[in-house]
């Protein structure tokens, strides 16, 4: 199992959010490449950048920022959060550096894209799958996609999609433990496909649960930046 750090920002600044919501804010850092660095020399196998701004289409978007941790950093960085045309896409994947793309709402409002991509790139695709009760959600969580948690990616894994990142709104950003049950469902369903578990992980016990369920990776947020768990530790477990 891989350890992801997560890194959400918003108007340039480093933040973490409780089930998405605004209100329920959090600042943690204004120096989103310091951050980056900082999570890169403690040992976390990958970055999972999010633009905020751009998922929730509110004021300026950072992609300028994202740009320069990924020309900062060596190791992988997949980005999220507001990517929702084909060029975008492209020109994430045409920079020479390990960067996977996840999209969510852009894939569920329009399908088709997928085919786009080429077969070679599908690889670096990963599906979002945000759900509040197995309702995918989109649009920076306020709206239901109209298709159901297994019927989602039943339907990307068909079209060659076989990496999903996988977030119970209800436990994002509280610290109350992963959806183990949904994963282990997951899991006796479908085969031969890679989950990131996002949202609840608290403790060294939350990732031995994660590590039990054959998850690919696990994005680590709240838990890191409120001290509770330490990459190190992480890594000796996985």
């Given at each position: 199992?891989?350890?992801?750090?997560?890194?959400?920002?918003?108007?340039?600044?480093?933040?973490?959010?409780?089930?998405g919501?605004?209100?329920?804010?959090?600042?943690?850092?204004?120096?989103?490449?310091?951050?980056?660095?900082?999570?890169?020399?403690?040992?976390?196998?990958?970055?999972?950048?999010?633009?905020?701004?751009?998922?929730?289409?509110?004021?300026?978007?950072?992609?300028?920022?994202?740009?320069?941790?990924?020309?900062?950093?060596?190791?992988?960085?997949?980005?999220?959060?507001?990517?929702?045309?084909?060029?975008?896409?492209?020109?994430?994947?045409?920079?020479?550096?390990?960067?996977?793309?996840?999209?969510?709402?852009?894939?569920?409002?329009?399908?088709?894209?997928?085919?786009?991509?080429?077969?070679?790139?599908?690889?670096?695709?990963?599906?979002?799958?945000?759900?509040?009760?197995?309702?995918?959600?989109?649009?920076?969580?306020?709206?239901?996609?109209?298709?159901?948690?297994f019927?989602?990616i039943?339907?990307?894994?068909?079209?060659?999609?076989n990496?999903?990142?996988?977030?119970?709104?209800?436990?994002?950003?509280?610290?109350?433990?992963?959806?183990?049950?949904?994963?282990?469902?997951?899991?006796?369903?479908f085969?031969?496909?890679?989950?990131?578990?996002?949202?609840?992980?608290?403790?060294?016990?939350?990732?031995?649960?994660?590590?039990?369920?054959?998850?690919?990776?696990?994005?680590?947020?709240?838990?890191?930046?409120?001290?509770?768990?330490?990459?190190?530790?992480?890594?000796?477990?996985?």
């Amino acid at each position: 199992m891989k350890s992801i750090a997560a890194i959400d920002l918003l108007d340039g600044q480093v933040v973490r959010l409780v089930n998405g919501k605004l209100e329920n804010k959090t600042v943690y850092d204004d120096n989103p490449l310091e951050v980056a660095k900082k999570w890169e020399s403690e040992g976390v196998d990958m970055l999972h950048l999010v633009d905020l701004n751009a998922a929730l289409n509110i004021g300026k978007n950072n992609s300028e920022i994202i740009l320069k941790i990924i020309d900062s950093v060596d190791i992988p960085v997949q980005v999220a959060g507001g990517i929702r045309t084909i060029n975008s896409i492209n020109r994430l994947l045409d920079i020479k550096k390990p960067i996977k793309v996840v999209i969510g709402t852009f894939a569920f409002k329009q399908p088709e894209i997928i085919q786009k991509i080429s077969k070679k790139r599908l690889n670096r695709i990963i599906i979002s799958v945000d759900h509040n009760k197995e309702n995918v959600m989109i649009s920076g969580w306020k709206e239901f996609s109209g298709i159901k948690l297994f019927d989602a990616i039943r339907f990307y894994k068909e079209l060659g999609v076989n990496e999903f990142l996988l977030t119970n709104i209800d436990k994002d950003g509280t610290l109350e433990g992963p959806d183990i049950e949904t994963l282990i469902k997951i899991n006796n369903t479908f085969k031969d496909i890679k989950i990131v578990s996002s949202g609840g992980v608290s403790n060294i016990i939350d990732i031995l649960k994660l590590r039990n369920v054959n998850c690919y990776a696990v994005i680590l947020g709240k838990a890191l930046y409120d001290e509770k768990l330490k990459i190190e530790h992480v890594q000796e477990l996985i």
